[in-house]
């Protein structure tokens, strides 16, 4: 005797348990990277709140860009603090792949602003920002009010005429958080979708 064989009964019933199955593993994977990328969106919206994502401090403000922060709140939050708030995530699923998207990104219900995707790349990257007559004279007018308060931080908004530009650091965001967080991530993932196929709420 050289091969055995047997009889699938019920074959059609058979393959649709499978195709069931099958679907329930799709939709588990889905929420596992779904609920990974949600919790990504919340950290990375703490931590550029805190200054440092991926646990490393932004390049602290100059004193003149400190003076144009308003209030005491304003001036007691870190740097780009304000670039946590239009943080959004997406999760795509394209031929049976999936792709998370964190950061400043369509939501398919939200369209990321482009003046907001233009601030993070110019942070990022770092830039050289020309002083137009109009911000030289408003730097002036906020150190003259400064004075008059007897702020010892007045003297850094009188800028000699030899300056032309301000050298913007950059200040990378997305690079140190996802290397803080990417190994973590794929554990979280494989967990998410072990807890979801045991029948858990996640």
């Known amino acids: 005797m050289s091969a055995s064989g047997f009889i699938i009964k019920n074959l059609n019933e058979f393959k649709r348990d499978l195709g069931m199955e099958d679907q329930r593993r799709i939709k588990a994977a889905h929420t596992a990277v779904r609920v990974e990328a949600f919790a990504l969106m919340k950290a990375l919206k703490t931590e550029i709140r805190s200054g440092a994502p991926g646990g490393k401090s932004f390049t602290p403000l100059t004193e003149i860009a400190k003076a ?3 209030g005491k709140k304003a001036k007691a939050q870190k740097p780009l603090y304000r670039l946590a708030a239009p943080v959004r995530y997406r999760v795509d699923k394209n031929q049976g792949n999936m792709a998370a998207h964190v950061g400043w990104v369509d939501t398919g219900k939200q369209k990321a602003s482009s003046s907001w995707q233009g601030i993070v790349k110019m942070q990022q990257t770092g830039r050289q920002l020309p002083i137009s007559g109009h911000l030289r004279e408003s730097i002036l007018k906020l150190g003259q009010k400064m004075k008059k308060q007897g702020l010892p931080e007045a003297k850094y908004l ?3 005429k030899s300056t032309t530009d ?3 650091p950059a200040r990378p965001i997305m690079a ?3 290397e803080a967080h990417e190994s ?9 979708f072990a807890r979801k196929m045991r029948g858990e709420r996640i």
Request: proline share 5%; glycine share 0%; charged share 25%.
């Open 68 to 70: 144009f922060r308003r």
């Open 158 to 160: 009188f800028l000699r």
């Open 184 to 192: 973590q991530s794929e554990q979280n993932i494989i967990a998410n």
């Open 176 to 178: 140190p958080f996802w």
């Open 166 to 168: 301000f050298d913007i």
